[in-house]
């Protein structure tokens, strides 16, 4: 199962939004509503900031968003803010019951 | 307070064995389905292996099947993953992680990572 393909880098000034894309296939992203996205600070665990395409869990800020299209997930981050600076991955199901991580995206804040 | 913690990783050689350990508090872990993820230095996540919550049913990821075997001990509150003919790029920080939703096969979303255990297979 090959990573799900994410660009390497995006940018953006405070207050700013910026969209992290995640490609797969027909047989895991654009198969199941069971994409997430990860936010991971260096040293540090990863983050659950969205849950089934586009779901926040408690406590997560209104910024972030999620979305999907065909095989193709996205993230969004509104008003960028500097903590906004991190690693985010996503992963979803697949169709041979695993799961399977993006090749991470790095957001900088310029 | 939700908290996982791991331990067992260290330095091994290639062909070794090792097993992770991962002791769980502030949640009802028997109905939790709780996974490996690991992550090689400077790479990104890779997902390793999960285990059900109710029913017993194990995955595994294709590089680690047949190497590596994930257990429970529900009386005690751990995850346990047993690796063996450890290689080179088995090198990683192993995290577990506990399924968001209770009663799930454990294929949606982690909400709670420890903070990892360092593996270094060395040749």
């Known amino acids: 199962q090959s990573a799900l393909t994410q660009p390497a880098s995006v940018s953006g000034s405070p207050g700013q939004s910026v969209t992290v894309s995640c490609t797969g296939t027909?047989?895991?992203?654009?198969?199941?509503?069971?994409v997430s996205w990860y936010q991971q600070h260096p040293g540090k665990a990863p983050k659950l900031i969205i849950y089934?395409?586009?779901n926040r869990p408690s406590g997560v800020s209104y910024r972030f968003s999620g979305s999907k299209s065909g095989n193709t997930a996205s993230l969004t981050i509104s008003g960028l803010q500097a903590e906004d600076e991190a690693d985010y991955y996503c992963?979803?199901?697949?169709?041979?019951?695993?799961?399977?991580f993006g090749t991470g995206t790095k957001v900088t804040v310029l | 307070e939700v908290q996982l913690l791991e331990s067992g990783g260290g330095l091994v050689q290639r062909g070794g064995s090792l097993r992770l350990s991962c002791a769980a508090s502030?949640?009802?872990?028997?109905?939790?389905?709780m996974a490996w993820v690991r992550q090689a230095p400077g790479k990104e996540l890779e997902w390793v292996s999960v285990?059900?919550?109710?029913?017993?049913?194990?995955?595994?990821a294709e590089s680690v099947k047949g190497r590596f075997t994930i257990s429970r001990d529900d009386s005690k509150n751990i995850l346990y993953m047993q690796m063996k003919s450890l290689r080179a790029e088995d090198t990683a920080v192993y995290y577990c992680?506990?399924?968001?939703?209770?009663f799930g096969a454990g294929m949606g979303a982690y909400d709670i990572w420890g903070q990892g255990t360092v593996v270094t297979v060395s040749s």
């Open positions: 992963s979803s199901y697949t169709s041979s019951s695993t799961l399977v």
């Open positions: 027909n047989s895991d992203v654009g198969l199941y509503k069971y």
């Open positions: 089934e395409v586009a």
């Open positions: 502030g949640f009802a872990f028997s109905t939790y389905a």
């Open positions: 285990f059900s919550g109710i029913g017993g049913t194990t995955y595994y």
């Open positions: 992680a506990k399924d968001f939703s209770p």
